[in-house]
């Protein structure tokens, strides 16, 4: 879980016809409102949540007051200073609104992080200040159903099992405390549906058995062989085999178990929300190792509490404890997956760059030869999105693989729409979105399951 390569980027230039980045800085945006009423209310509630001493409240106050004009430099001590400065690109000294939307709100979410002493020195050093939001949310009634459930999802043939399972961490993204503790009842019903569907490709590329879906020979493998997907063109991208030398060594090397078995198909999970989301991502991942053959899943979680509630390895091991102490199912299924982490089927990493401010295009190498390195990548949830494809106002029928292209090996989405972003999307469907005149972009109320070989 080491973050040693996190300065050292890929060098993937940008494409010249990229569209231009979401900035904050119109009053009354969606950018806007987020930076300037869902940071402020998050403040109180965090302030609310934990009895913190006046040392972190002043701290909450400096921050209350500098998010509404100038970003300053981290604190010259801070261990990730040097981290941040390589990540930043002109913005630091400036104003927060003139920032790209998602480098304003990481480094938001990162300043947030120093307000309440997390780095420490002191007595609030590691103690997560969104721990109480996921905390209630873990232990609530509704996990309870949804745990239960699973007893009967057992019993439904592999097809309809599989699509389930995808469905479940599909919606299991409207799990995202922003919305929750930050942005009021925004979050739309759970009954709207797909925006994009492409399931089919993304079990296909996923392989193993499932019934109503021809597997697609030669996908599922993982291969240093150039041509096999997943290992062609990148420079310095390496097969499972894990022969590459120290300078292209990835931070955990250690960690290769399975993968390192020619022919074994690996998958990476990149994970967004704890709780209600990470629950059903673990269950697809044991699908995946149990039901599908895969021979390794890698489950990317951040290193830092982040954007409220995104997963971190202590929100793993708070899920792993859930689905034991329910039984039934989840019992089993928190079984299988201790299992694996012991036998090294499933690797947990938590590398730096997942908390970067930085879209996926700017990944350093270590990261990227773990995805070169995967017959499918999975991305979950919207930040996940905005970072993969670019948080740009692309035009919405920009194909996904195009928008993807950069990416060092088979890819797919899982996201509700929370954000402005959207590619791959049918001309229809976004005019008949754009004709009930409701926002549909920001409310969660949609999802979409994206994916290309
Ligand atoms: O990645 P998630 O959890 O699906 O969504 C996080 C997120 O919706 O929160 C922000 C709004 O506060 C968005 O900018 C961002 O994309």
Redesign the pocket.
């Known amino acids: 879980m080491a973050d040693g390569d996190a300065r050292q980027l890929s060098g993937v230039p940008s494409a010249p016809y990229d569209p231009p980045e979401f900035l904050s800085d119109v009053p009354g945006s ?2 806007w409102r ?1 930076l300037h009423e ?2 402020p209310a998050l403040i109180e509630k965090v302030r609310a949540a934990t009895p913190y001493d006046i040392r972190v409240n002043r701290a909450l106050d400096l921050l209350l007051e500098e998010i509404e004009g100038v970003m300053e430099p981290l604190e010259g001590s801070a261990h990730d200073r040097d981290l941040w400065e390589s990540w930043d690109r002109g913005h630091i000294g400036r104003r927060w609104d003139d920032a790209p ?2 480098w304003a ?1 990481s480094y938001f979410y990162r300043k947030l992080l120093s307000a309440v002493g997390y780095f420490g020195p002191g007595a609030w050093q590691g103690v997560d200040p969104f721990e109480p939001f996921k905390q209630a949310e873990l232990s609530g009634e509704a996990v309870d159903e949804e745990l239960r459930e699973l007893d009967a999802l057992a019993a439904l043939p592999p097809g309809e099992r599989a699509q389930t399972l995808t469905l479940r961490a599909l919606w299991g ?1 409207r799990a ?4 929750r503790v ?2 009021g009842p925004e979050l739309a019903g759970r009954e709207s549906g797909l925006v994009a569907d492409d399931s089919e490709l993304l079990w296909s590329l996923i392989g193993g058995e499932r019934a109503g879906v021809p597997d697609v020979p030669g996908l599922s493998v993982v291969s240093d062989v150039p041509g096999v997907p997943g290992a062609s063109g990148v420079s310095g991208a390496r097969g499972p085999s894990g022969a590459s030398g120290p300078s292209g060594a990835p931070d955990d090397e250690a960690d290769r178990g399975v993968a390192g078995r020619a022919g074994v198909a690996r998958i990476c999970l990149v994970a ?2 704890a709780g209600s ?1 990470l629950l059903p991502d673990l269950v697809l991942i044991d699908h995946l190792l149990h039901a599908r053959g895969t021979g390794e899943v890698v489950l990317h979680v951040k290193p830092l509490p982040y ?4 997963a971190t390895p202590a929100d793993v091991l708070a899920c792993l404890r859930r689905m034991s102490a329910a039984g039934g199912e989840a019992g089993e299924v928190a079984g299988r997956l201790r299992a694996a982490l012991g036998s090294g089927r499933l690797l947990v990493r938590a590398h730096a760059f997942s908390c970067a401010p930085l879209p996926y295009r700017e990944m350093p190498v270590g990261m990227r030869e773990d995805f070169a390195s995967a017959s499918l990548t999975i991305m ?7 970072r993969l494809v670019g948080d740009r106002a692309w035009p919405h029928t920009t194909p996904f693989a195009e928008a993807t292209a950069y990416f060092p090996g088979p890819v797919a989405a899982l ?2 729409l ?2 402005e972003v959207a590619v791959g999307l049918d001309g229809d469907v976004v005019k008949a979105l754009e004709a009930t005149g409701r926002p549909w972009l ?1 409310t ?1 109320a949609h999802g979409l399951i994206q994916a290309r070989p």
Do not use: M, Q, W
């Open positions: 969606y950018p987020v869902r940071h939307f998602l709100e993204n995202d405390l922003v919305f930050a942005a967004d929300n989301e954007y409220v509630s995104d979950k949830g919207d930040l996940n999105y905005r996201r509700t929370k954000s920001t969660g």
